[in-house]
T-cell receptor
Framework: GEDVEQSLFLSVREGDSSVINCTYT??????LYWYKQEPGAGLQLLTY?????DMKQDQRLTVLLNKKDKHLSLRIADTQTGDSAIYFC???????????FGKGTHLIIQP | DAGITQSPRHKVTETGTPVTLRCHQT?????MYWYRQDPGHGLRLIHY???????DKGEVSDGYSVSRSKTEDFLLTLESATSSQTSVYFC??????????????FGPGTRLTVL
C-alpha cells in the first residue's frame, strides 16, 4: 500500500477554507512538502515544513504537523477558483534523497 | 520558476525501441531526480543523481538507466520501451545547502506513450 495517504477528493465553496489532510508512516522523515499540480502542468512547490516544527504559515497557506500522529495538513484560507488543482503531500525520509508522494487530493471549488 | 527544461515534451514510440529523455537545468544544483507519474500512484522515484557521474536507483528503476556527464544534464534512457512505461516523466532538482533548506523543484514533464 501507499506510505503516504491522502483523500482523493475535497469539495469546498469559494471563499471558504480548504483543509487537505495527509498521513505518513516514517517517523524519521525530515521534511514534509505540499505541491500543487494544475491540469497538464508540472508540480509547483507550495510550502514545506521541517520535522522539528509544528506549524508554518505563508500568506493564505497554513501547514500543521502532528509528529505523534504522523499527520500533516494544509489549510488554504479564502479558497479561490484558481486554487482548483491536485495537491500532493510528500515526505523526505531520513537518509533518503528522493521524495515519497501521496496519490494527491483533487480540490474542487464550488461557486 | 527554477530553470528546468525537459525534452521532448511529448513522444510516441513503439514497443522495443530505445528512448532517451533529457532534463536540463540552469541552476547549478547538485541533485537531480527522475520520477514517473501514473494515475492512482502519485509520483514514484526512478533514479537520482547526487553529482556528476554519481547516480543511484529509486523505487521503480527496473527497465531504466540514467547518465549524468555534466552538472546541468540528466538523461533517462529506456533501453527497450514497453507499454508499462507509458507515463508522464518529471525531472526535479534540489540543492540542499543547509539544515533548513531542502526544496525540490520540478520540470514541466514529458508525456511518453509506448504503443
Amino acid at each position: 500500500g501507499e506510505d503516504v495517504e491522502q483523500s482523493l477528493f475535497l469539495s469546498v465553496r469559494e471563499g471558504d477554507s480548504s483543509v487537505i489532510n495527509c498521513t505518513y508512516t516514517d517517523s524519521s522523515s525530515t521534511y514534509l512538502y505540499w505541491y500543487k499540480q494544475e491540469p497538464g502542468a508540472g508540480l509547483q512547490l507550495l510550502t514545506y515544513i521541517f520535522s522539528n516544527m509544528d506549524m508554518k504559515q505563508d500568506q493564505r497557506l497554513t501547514v500543521l504537523l502532528n509528529k505523534k500522529d504522523k499527520h500533516l495538513s494544509l489549510r488554504i484560507a479564502d479558497t479561490q477558483t484558481g486554487d482548483s488543482a491536485i495537491y500532493f503531500c510528500a515526505e523526505r525520509r531520513g537518509g533518503a534523497d528522493g521524495l515519497t508522494f501521496g496519490k494527491g487530493t483533487h480540490l474542487i471549488i464550488q461557486p | 520558476d527554477a530553470g528546468i527544461t525537459q525534452s521532448p515534451r511529448h513522444k510516441v514510440t513503439e514497443t522495443g525501441t530505445p528512448v532517451t529523455l533529457r532534463c536540463h537545468q540552469t541552476e547549478n544544483h547538485r541533485y537531480m531526480y527522475w520520477y514517473r507519474q501514473d494515475p492512482g500512484h502519485g509520483l514514484r522515484l526512478i533514479h537520482y543523481s547526487y553529482g556528476v557521474k554519481d547516480t543511484d536507483k529509486g523505487e521503480v528503476s527496473d527497465g531504466y538507466s540514467v547518465s549524468r556527464s555534466k552538472t546541468e544534464d540528466f538523461l533517462l534512457t529506456l533501453e527497450s520501451a514497453t507499454s508499462s512505461q507509458t507515463s508522464v516523466y518529471f525531472c526535479a532538482i534540489s540543492d540542499v545547502s543547509g539544515i533548513d533548506r531542502d526544496e525540490q523543484f520540478f520540470g514541466p514533464g514529458t508525456r511518453l506513450t509506448v504503443l
